[in-house]
């Protein structure tokens, strides 16, 4: 320093910022020297500079743009910084809120990993009957599923998107449901896609469906999809033996599927058959879709 006056490598030291970008601030307006030497063309700053980049650092570091701060650093009247700071918090809790229900998304499709390896672990799939809550789902629109697979169905992003009428789409969470309404799993002309919104979601009732109110008969099944109608025959025969009464539809549950793993052999499908009694027993585990 000499003469109250600091040179930019000085400046770069005491405040641990580099010269290139308090080059980069003084080429912006947003610091200014408070001498220039004619011969030389070096720059100097004064201690009201120093004050000024550590107010600045401190404005960077909770995520305001360069153009916002210099709107700040013009020491305007309070009641204008506080509106500035209110637009600012808004912008954050958007994106706060916009990275919580990314996250929440990461952790629900950890979970159904998590939940395959489970049940692969365990030798056989027992039969539950469960009572469904009412829950909102997002509804495919109506479309007409000719000469397509299962794959095509489930694994197909284009047309899951296309298909739910929900611009939020993105905002959704967990696996895919299937619904067939007259249990046959091969007809897909007839049958619907649903998946859950996010429970931080601000959606409309416009796209949605309240699922559940029922009881229903679940259990795994393991490996490929083709194979399912020998885990509907199995959840029939535990009806029929335990004199369940099912009301003919059916939903599967995509736990993993061709959107994790190619491994078919990896893949696991919860299957539902609703009941038909109108109120849980004390005994029924009871359940969101």
Request: proline share 4%.
């Amino acid at each position: 320093m000499k003469n109250g006056r600091y040179s930019i490598g000085e400046i770069s030291r005491l405040c641990c910022v580099p010269i290139s970008k308090l080059r980069y601030w003084d080429e912006s307006g947003v610091i200014k020297p408070c001498f220039v030497d004619e011969e030389s063309g070096y720059r100097y700053y004064d201690n009201e500079t120093l004050l000024l980049i550590s107010v600045l650092k401190y404005y960077q570091s909770c995520g305001f743009k360069l153009r916002e701060i210099k709107t700040l650093l013009q020491r305007m009247d309070l009641d204008h910084l506080e509106q500035l700071f209110d637009q600012h918090i808004t912008v954050l809790n958007r994106q706060i809120l916009g990275l919580t229900m990314q996250r929440d998304s990461i952790l629900a499709w950890r979970d159904l990993i998590r939940e395959d390896r489970a049940a692969m672990a365990c030798p056989d799939c027992p039969v539950s009957h469960c009572w469904y809550e009412e829950t909102t789902m997002y509804v495919s629109a109506p479309y007409v599923w000719t000469d397509m697979s299962y794959q095509e169905l489930v694994a197909n992003i284009e047309m899951c998107n296309h298909l739910i009428t929900q611009p939020k789409i993105n905002n959704s969470i967990g696996p895919l449901y299937l619904y067939f309404p007259h249990g046959q799993r091969r007809k897909f002309c007839d049958s619907k896609i649903y998946i859950k919104p996010h429970p931080l979601d601000d959606y409309d009732s416009i796209g949605t469906e309240q699922l559940g109110g029922c009881g229903a008969l679940c259990t795994y099944h393991k490996g490929s999809f083709e194979t399912g109608e020998d885990t509907y025959k199995r959840l029939y025969t535990y009806a029929a033996q335990h004199s369940i009464s099912l009301r003919g539809d059916s939903y599967e549950r995509s736990v993993i599927d061709w959107w994790s793993t190619e491994k078919e052999d990896e893949f696991l499908l919860e299957i539902l058959l609703p009941t038909t009694e109108t109120a849980p027993s004390p005994a029924m585990e009871r359940r969101l879709f």
